[in-house]
């Protein structure tokens, strides 16, 4: 079940927050808290319910093997052992075909690919139980109630694409009374927040959709100006996309008076890769961080293993988002920017803002057509017609002015073509990309948030505008990892 689907927000989020009140008002607790993992299982099953024994038994070793660590009936062997378990389930769900595919490459062996299925949600419920196991070792989780653990994992706003929850930041929740009744003005500002997200992805995020995948996946080559504006035209996509998904997770929680962690923090006004990684994705930051990059050592054992712990966190993050060796190669980019940013602190020398933005933005956009293609070819297209190596043109009705510059390979006409754009595009992107970097963060809106008439009125224009969109609903594009 979509969130931007007309049965998820007229049927089942209503339904499922009226039944979860009504049993609370009877103060039949525990009831109110099957009802939501009744409710949870069955959004999960929605697309496919042969995979939920799958979630089922990561959910019940996982719960059992954090308790005994919790209750130090196990040690750090079995930390590791438990963990191992979780990644090579993963592993062999998303990572199994891509192996078996470079061994036939590497080998020219003809071993027979076990064409499975990409389980819903598995990358985001496996880290957030390996955080679990972690954190019971550690004695950081302060509730082992087998309801709650399920509750904790299943959980149907964070459930499919996060963000990536700990269970003492969640859990506590669930537990105070107060937070177990309706309340008027956080189902306001979960609704406001969550129609921020719907109109992000269905009016935002699917129009910028049409001209990437056209750029990406149709075009044969691509001009300057149309390659620039496949890639921007992607930058943006994602971003409205995914952070709208975290803001309608977000907004949906909070109708249930659970407030999820910030996950997104306008990460586009980055002055460097650094401070992007903090803005971007930040549940996941952590969990690399936390989890990943200090248990190697961290920047504590010197400059060369800050370095190696760099990389090998970033390109472990690459492949977490796909099997694919342009994943892996965004991973290494990512993690290399890293470890250049650090010498060059080390060297003393400052940039000022506006050139730091523009160099961190341009390398993340560069970034992300890595992140986009399906193959290297479809990178090299982007690439190659970024910097002009498949031609120059422009707007038919500069060539009165600018005509001389045929002389130079420079033709006019039908300038985005091969993206399949028109005017509307560009002043898409002059209009939408400004306000990813100058526009509020939807967080901030939200603390700002006061319900009187004239944000009843921006909810239900936005509710309205997003809702007539819906006849071209797509998924979220982080649900393929």
Known sequence: MLFNSY???????????????????????????YWLVAASLFFYSYWD???????????????????????????????????????????????????????????????????????????????????????????????????????????????????????????????????????????????FVFFIGLFKKVVIADTFATWATQGFDVAVKLTLIEAWVASLSYTGQLYFDFSGYTDMAIGAALVFNIKLPVNFNTPYKSLDIQEFWQRWHMTLSRFLRDY???????????????????????ILGGLWHGAGWTFIFWGFMH?????????????????????????????????????????????????????????????GPLAGKLGFLAEHGVTFGNYLNAVNGSGLTVVWLLLFLPISVLGPNSMDIAERFQFNWKTALVLILMATIAILHLNRVSEFLYFQF
């Open 292 to 314: 990943i990059y200090i248990p190697l050592g961290g920047n504590l054992k010197g400059e060369l293993v800050a370095a190696r712990n760099a990389l090998i966190t970033f």
């Open 49 to 191: 319910v042969s995979y939920l024994p799958l979630l089922l038994g990561s959910i019940l070793f996982n719960y059992y093997a954090g308790k005994a660590l919790a209750e130090k009936r196990m040690g750090k062997t079995a930390l590791v052992l438990s963990c191992v378990l979780n990644i090579a389930f993963l592993g062999y769900f998303k990572y199994a075909d891509f192996f078996i595919t470079n061994i036939n490459l590497a080998t020219n062996a003809s071993l027979p690919l076990l064409q499975i299925v990409l389980p819903l949600a598995i990358s985001f419920f496996t880290f957030q139980q390996i955080s679990y196991l972690v954190d019971s070792f550690k004695g950081a989780v302060k509730h082992n109630d087998p309801l709650d653990y399920m509750l904790f994992v299943t959980f149907f706003p964070q459930l499919i694409a996060g963000p990536i929850v700990h269970h003492s930041e969640m859990m506590p929740q669930f537990a105070r009374d107060e937070l177990k009744l309706p309340n008027s003005l956080n189902i306001a500002k979960g609704l």
């Open 335 to 395: 993690g290399a920017g890293l470890v250049l940013l650090r010498f060059w602190r080390k060297l003393g020398v400052s940039i000022p803002a506006l050139p730091a933005w523009v160099i961190t933005f341009l390398f993340v956009n560069v970034g992300w057509v890595f992140f986009r293609a399906k193959e290297w070819s479809d990178a090299f297209k982007i690439l190659r017609g970024m910097v002009g190596l498949d031609g120059i043109k422009l707007p």
């Open 7 to 33: 049965t998820y927000i007229f049927l089942f989020l209503p339904i499922v927050a009226l039944v979860y009140f009504a049993i609370n008002r009877s103060k039949h607790w525990v009831v109110g808290k």
